[in-house]
């Protein structure tokens, strides 16, 4: 979204998927008319998958493609018919980009479709999906993550879209980014009559269309990272607190908006915080923090130790009274109780998590799911589960 909006572009649908209360709460909050975020004759608009009449309006959106056909009568209506291009992007990536650069290359190209695509060395390429170009920068075939002499016969001049002859070499390979500008007409066209049962843009409609369409690559030479799995997204969180780190939030001219939050400064009393990311409202009391995140509204307690965590905060603050009332009951108060020891770990909103615990996967378990104790295992890494309770001293 702060893409879009830096960009200038300003007529955007967001497809959500199931469970989306609190993100289309978070996209009402941060993306409204009274924020200073102006979209003029724009809109952004929410488009939920059981929004549709009749048995179609059942379904969840099947993929990609499929959320896009599902909704694709908008792109006809009234207020969009002098639309030409499609922009379609995914919204689990992390980047900053012009897309207006990226639209007039494809408008100048003459494409049908064009695919913002990053350059990739060889110790990465085979996770990706590759894209053999011709000396024109024209797409000519796809590979799915492809090892040994298939991945071989998937280098590319790189030039061709713009990269020095230094970096060339050492990338030699392009990856679709699953960001892409369609003509209006074709996008139709496929979704309707050429591909109508085809549910991914990346898997199935992208490969088909550049045997019969003019399919354009972009280069997008930046910091890029795909964060749409657990592992992803705790690596491109705790990557921001390098120094200087890869991707940055400090650039005056193109900001990431988010919704305004009336919270005071984070308190800290007595403690020692390293390689660390603290947002507003926090409490933290003579404690350590290491190499972690800590989100809005977090309470941690004394002697509490953190290393490698991502905590993402609380939705709201209890009293002191109310603290107070909890530990006298023997209940478990929003935060991180005193003593505790935290590794390796995410812990989600308004969490709570007694005295005397440790979370540090000692066993280095991959998998596993203690739902029931407030908690699951993905990729090595805990997750402390929205709203669960972690007990006083319970060892995870």
Known sequence: MSNCINSGINKVYILTQFNSASLNRHLARAYNFGNGVNFGDGFVEVLAATQRPGEMGKNWFQGTADAVRQFAWLFEDAKNKDVD????????????????????????????????????????????GLMKIDDKGQVLYFSEKPKGGDLKAMVVDTTVLG????????????ASMGAYVFKKEILLNLLRWRFPTANDFG???????????????????????????????????????????????????????????????????????????????????????????????????????????????????????????????????????????????????????????????SENIKEADRTEDGFYIRSGITIIIKNSTIKDGLVI
Not at 163 to 173: F, G, T, V
């Open 163 to 174: 990269l020095s002859p230094e970096d060339a070499k050492k990338k030699p390979y392009i």
């Open 85 to 128: 291009d499609i922009l379609i992007l995914s919204g689990d990536h992390l980047y900053r980009m012009d897309y207006m650069d990226f639209v007039q290359k494809h408008r100048d190209s003459g494409a049908d479709i064009t695919i913002s695509s990053i350059p990739i060395d060889d110790s990465r390429a085979s996770d990706f």
């Open 203 to 361: 898997s199935e409609i992208i490969p088909a269309s550049a045997k019969e369409y003019f399919v354009k690559a972009y280069l997008f030479n930046d910091y890029w990272e795909d964060i749409g799995t657990i592992k992803s997204f705790f690596d491109a969180n705790l990557a921001l607190t390098a120094q200087p780190p890869k991707f940055s939030f400090y650039d005056a001219r193109k900001p990431i908006y988010t919704s305004p939050r009336n919270v005071p400064p984070t308190k800290v009393d007595n403690c020692k915080i390293v390689d660390s990311i603290v947002s507003h409202g926090c409490f933290l009391q003579n404690c350590s923090v290491e190499h972690s995140i800590i989100g809005i509204r977090s309470r941690i307690g004394s002697d509490v130790s953190l290393k490698d965590a991502v905590m993402l905060g609380a939705d709201y603050y209890e009293t002191d009274a109310e603290v107070a009332s909890l530990l006298a009951e023997g209940r478990v108060p929003i935060g991180i109780g005193q003593n505790t020891k935290i590794r390796n770990c995410i812990i989600d909103k308004n969490a709570r998590i007694g005295r005397n615990v440790t979370i540090n996967n």
